[in-house]
Each structure stands twice: as C-alpha cells, then as structure tokens.
C-alpha cells in the first residue's frame, strides 16, 4: 500500500544558497568600496625625478643669446661715384684716420673743378681790372678837385682885392662885378668836384665790396669742388679695422653705393634677441651676466630696439665694469638677464610636470615615499631653474617634478610595488 511522504524542509541547495546570498552580498559590499576609492597606479620610481621644496634665494632672470659686435661700426658709403682705379688695402686691415683705401676717377667732376677754377681766376682779373680803373677815376677826380681848389683861391683872392678897390673908388662896377662872378664860379665848381668825387668814392666801395662777396663765393663753390673731387678718394673716418671692402679695380661704383665697413677697435658691444613677452619689462640699465673663459662678467643694456619683429625685439649690451680679453667679432654669449632684485622665496626646482598641469597641482610623496598624490599648489614667478611657490606646499615636501603625460588622471601613485 501506499504511504505519504513528508518532503525536506533543508535540502543541499537550499543550505548552499542561503549560505552564498551573504557571501555575494559581502563581495559586492567590499567591490563597491574598494571601486569608489582613489584611483592608483603603480610606477618604477627610478624613472622619477623627484625635489624637495626648500626655502632659498630667489632671482628671477631670462636666458638670452647674444652676438658681440664692435661698440662703433662706421659704414663707408661712395660720397662720389666713379671708377675704381686704385686699391690700397684689403680686407681686415687695421686702419689710422684719414688713411686713403681706395682712389676713384670722375672725368665729369674734375672738368667742373677746371672750369669752376677758371671762373674764380676770371672773376679775379675782372675786380683787378676794376680796381685799377676805379683808382684811375679817383685820381682823376682828385686832380679835378685839386685844380677847382687852386681856381677857387684864385678867384677868392682876386673878388677881395677887386672888392677893396671899388670900395676905394680905384676900379669900375663893371671890374668887380667881373671878378664877384668869376669868384661865384669857382666856388660852385669845387662844390660840384667834392659832389662827384664823393659820389664815385661810394660807387667804387659798392663795386667793390659786391665783386668781393662774389670772389668769396665763388671761392666757397670752388672749396665745395675740390672737397668733392677730393672726396674720389675714400678714407678711413676713424681708427679702427676694415672688416669688409667691397670694390674692384675697373669698377663703377655710383654716388651713395655701400664700400664696406670700419668697426673702431675701443671696445665691443653685446646684441640680443629678447622674446617680445618681455619688452615691458626690459628698460636700459638692466643688468645680467655672461660668462667667458670660465669667469663671469656683468653686462649692461644700453639701447632697446622697440621694434618687434617676428616675435622678438633686440637690445645693446655693454661690460661697464671689466671687459674680457678673449671675445671676438660674431662671438655667441649665454646671459642670464635679471628682471629682479634678489629675494627669499620657497622653491620647487623646474620640470617636466608643468606641461601636464600648468602650474595647478603637482604629485606629492608620503612621508615614507612610497606613494604619491594630487596636490593643489600655487606657482608664481619662475626662472630657468626654479618656480616660486605661493600656496599648497611647505619647505621639506617632496614633489615629482618630471613629465605627467603618462599617468592620466590617477589620483594615486605607488612607488616600487
């Protein structure tokens, strides 16, 4: 017969689930938490570079390059064309003062000299020629004058006498009215002598002085002539070393045509191409450094060149204090170009690392340095070797100041594990 059975309230896979369902649960419980934790990444800390912040001097300077050239370049320009005929030195000679480098010939300026030569030499014979004709007509006018003088005594002297013997009743009014006219006469003519011989003594001053203004003009113009013509002759301006010289024998060289130049040989200055990001800052009297030979030396900007030109502008540096022996011509100098007074700041040492955050935060290490987290930090002036910390770091922290570009956005990084 049949008989009931009663089923199992605790079968073996009701025991095995209701033990697993708080299993699952603690997993779940421990994979959320561990998920919502920082994200990390393990790195070999032998491909770091890792700083310590630290408390030091600050200065903030630029690197810049540059050329040294002659304190004075003197370039020579044709101030009369020509053709080359002579050629007294050469490249790179060392040159005094008006010494002649190079002799030009100008058919057509050499004529003007000749006949501007003759003009003065005509001019000349003309106010001879009316010097002596206006000292003839003085000569002239001064025996007139004499003989008019000698008339008028006469006549005086006779009108008197006549006068006192009408007077007597001795001569009739016919004989003195005779001499009172003869005496009238001459006193008019020597009037009129003196008139005329004063009128052409300012006449002669006036000829004269003219024809003097222009002798000495002609003069001046004939002076001009022979500077020009004199200037076919280039010569050195100052003393100093002819660096380039570029003419040939035979060649024709215009008037205001480039020949060379002559750098003076008193001292040297220093140009440097400064990024225009700077130009507010950079004024004469600036000072910097350079470093020739092994031994470092003070630079000084003297002139600004406002004038940007594809991102740069350009500056004359010179050595006010010591100069050094060694530099040459062309010569490339490392200055470091201080934009500020020296002063105590906290430094972290440049890097990488600027590149991925832009100054906004960095890794710092654990106190045991085997991790590293994001930290928020405030960067403020900088040079090339350091940057001034303003906020989120304190002397002694270490920091990893290589690149970032590999580590994403971890939050964590451990170090050797």
Known sequence: MDRAITPKKWTTRKVLLMGGLPLVGLLAVGGYYYGAGPSQLNVDPARLTVSEVRQGSFQEFIPVSGVVLPETTIYLDALEGGRVEEKYVEDGALMKKGQPLLRLSNADLELSLVNQETAVLNLFTQMQMSR???????????????????????????????????????????????????????????????????QDSSATR???????????????????????????????????????????????????????????????????????????????????TCTVAGRPYALQIRKVYTQVAQGRFQVDMVFPEAVPKAIRRGQTLQIRLTLGDETRALLLAKGGFYQQTGGAWVYKLTPDGRRAYRADVRLGRQNPDYYEVLGGLQPGDRVITSGYDTYGTMQELVLGQ
């Not at 002076?223 to 003419?247: E, Y």
């Not at 205001?256 to 220093?270: I, M, P, S």
């Open 132 to 198: 002596n004709a206006a000292q003839q007509n003085t000569n002239a006018r001064l025996n007139q004058l004499a003989d008019a003088d000698n008339a008028y005594q006469e006549a005086e002297r006779v009108f008197k006498l006549q006068k006192t013997l009408y007077e007597q009743k001795v001569i009739a009014l016919q004989d003195f009215r005779q001499a009172e006219n003869a005496y009238h006469y001459q006193t008019r003519r020597r009037r009129l002598s003196r008139t005329m011989l004063h």
């Open 206 to 288: 006036q000829e004269t002085t003219q024809a003097a203004r222009s002798y000495v003009r002609m003069q001046n113009a004939l002076t001009l002539m022979r500077r020009k013509v004199g200037d076919l002759i280039v010569r050195a301006p100052i003393d100093g070393q002819l660096t380039s010289l570029d003419a040939e024998i035979g060649q024709n060289v215009n008037k205001g045509a480039r020949l060379g130049q002559l750098d003076a040989v008193t001292g040297h200055k220093v140009r440097a191409d400064i990024d225009e990001h700077y130009i507010t800052r950079i004024f004469p009297g600036l000072r910097g």
